[in-house]
């Protein structure tokens, strides 16, 4: 299992960035995948997930200005980033749940990929 993040980047206030993450190494469509932020000092914490039929979860913290999708035809998962604020400054990971095709919750996922940096500042 790979999962391969990119899209990070410097951005100002009231930006937008798309995260990608491409998924190889098993059966895309199927599984559950979400995006996971850690900022310094902070802990990790789950930001949005979609299950394998589209139904998508979303944090408080970013619910109206992101959005998680997917496109199984291009084994990816993308994070539509509106609005940004400083405090959405943190490394983005993205992250998979091989053993269900629908959400369980943030503490399900097994697989990660390598962060991407986000950072938002004037």
């Known amino acids: 299992v790979q999962l391969q993040a990119s899209g990070g980047d410097l951005v100002q206030p009231g930006g937008s960035l798309r995260l990608s993450c491409a998924a190889s190494?098993?059966?895309?469509?199927?599984?559950?995948f979400s995006w996971f932020r850690q900022a310094p000092g902070r802990e990790r914490e789950g930001v949005s997930a979609?299950?394998?039929?589209?139904?998508?979860f979303t944090a408080d913290s970013v619910k109206g200005r992101f959005t998680i999708s997917r496109d199984n035809a291009k084994n990816t998962v993308y994070l539509e980033m509106n609005s940004l604020k400083p405090e959405d400054t943190a490394v983005y990971y993205c992250?998979?749940?091989?053993?269900?095709?629908?959400?369980?919750?943030?503490?399900?996922?097994?697989?990660w990929g390598q962060g991407t940096q986000v950072t938002v500042s004037s």
């Open positions: 190494g098993f059966d895309f469509r199927w599984r559950v």
């Open positions: 992250a998979a749940d091989v053993d269900s095709d629908y959400f369980r919750g943030y503490d399900e996922f097994d697989y």
């Open positions: 979609i299950s394998s039929d589209g139904d998508t």
